[in-house]
């Protein structure tokens, strides 16, 4: 069974910086594509970063390019979201999803989900 669990949230001043894990079991991070997607108080989940780790391939929503960087460890399983110079519209749920395309247009297209992780940022 696939499982993805988030850890690393909580509270930070903006300027501030996180970063976000996400632990995944029953399958490889070499052959899925790892994304990670936040929902701010009513809004839909929106995509902030994936990755492939088969070839190395990288994106980013426009709004978080130069301050949050995304990688894997592979011998940990893990994915990370590195989030620096934070801002008070980072608030939000954060969750990491695995799908077979690299893409944050449709959270529909990710099979797998964690929990969740709350971020808040204050001014």
């Known amino acids: 069974e696939v499982q993805l669990v988030e850890s690393g949230g909580g509270l930070v001043q903006a300027g501030g910086s996180l970063r976000l894990s996400c632990a995944a079991s029953g399958l490889t991070l070499d052959d899925p594509v790892i994304g990670w997607f936040r929902r701010a108080p009513g809004k839909e989940r929106e995509g902030v970063s994936c990755?492939?780790?088969?070839?190395?391939?990288?994106d980013y929503k426009d709004s978080v390019k130069g301050r949050f960087t995304i990688s894997t460890d592979n011998a940990k399983n893990t994915v990370y979201l590195q989030m620096n110079s934070l801002k008070a519209g980072d608030t939000a749920v954060y969750y990491c999803?695995?799908?077979?395309?690299?893409?944050?247009?449709?959270?529909?297209?990710?099979?797998?989900w964690g929990q969740g992780t709350q971020v808040t940022v204050s001014s």
């Open positions: 999803a695995a799908g077979p395309f690299p893409t944050l247009g449709d959270p529909r297209d990710y099979d797998y």
């Open positions: 990755i492939r780790s088969s070839d190395g391939y990288t």
